[in-house]
DNA sequence: TATGCCTTTGATTTTCAATTTCAATTACGC
DNA sequence: GCGTAATTGAAATTGAAAATCAAAGGCATA
């Protein structure tokens, strides 16, 4: 799996002409190896503990580029910390957002995307992405101890 | 409408105990006769025109104030900026959002409501609010002149 | 109407994420 | 190796939003 992922961004870089360079390799390992919906500023964190070089900028720059390879997609929920969670070709999914702890929940719901598609259909609408994101408090903070 | 409101928010403000001012009257006339969507910067600009001495924090934490009076909501999407829409009491729409031209186009989809509540109900998750963005392109921009 | 308390205001500063800049470094084709 | 052009990283910058704080202003009371 996770070398599928390299050898995908290794195409992604070899067919815009990117150079490969230390830096993302690093970038790429950590980003695979973390849990889903990572921000950006945690991942520096954790990279930056056994490769003090590695700078701020180089994570944001690199991370958007694995968006851009589609290994990577961009959430942005309502704190203001830009996340990335690992994508999987093709996979679609909306997530639920425990304000309580901070828990993130996926799910995927196909009814619900073929009717966002109705409706786009219905305003002459061409849907680029979407997103759906569920704010409330998960069981474990429902009930607390 | 405009005076409802005006009167809604002038019971919440007497309820909180809050102070009426020549500033809260003018941000809450420029807000009611402003078109949905609006920025907090542009809005800010909007008044400036013609109050000069409206300062940004006023008009920042004004809008706070509408959003918790019930009047206005806060919609954050994928650029950055925080916008307030007209609240209507006990409405729930979601928007499409053009990235061609920025417009915004609302919708409502009450089977769309039913299956998040289902889900939700199956993670155990309590739902306070939710976020649906589908964004894209809208019937002009997909077919250009 | 005057008094005084306490909210509100607005200029300014601060914060914080994210981006830009730019000189130094590095990858890689030749 | 050489040279060029991409990449890096420290630092500066940006831009939205929040915080600060002295001054201004509401409003209850006398």
Redesign the pocket.
Known sequence: MILEKKKAFNEF?AAK????????DIILDFFLSTHQHV???ELYLKIKASHP??????V???L?LFTEAGLAREILLHD???RYEHALAGEHHDHLVCTGCNAIIEFEDETIEKLQKEIAARHGFMIRRHKLEIYGLCALCRAPR
């Open positions: 870089a002409g990117l150079r490969s360079t230390r830096q993302r921000s950006v500023e070089g590695i700078g701020h900028a180089t944001y720059r690199t958007k203001g910390q830009t």
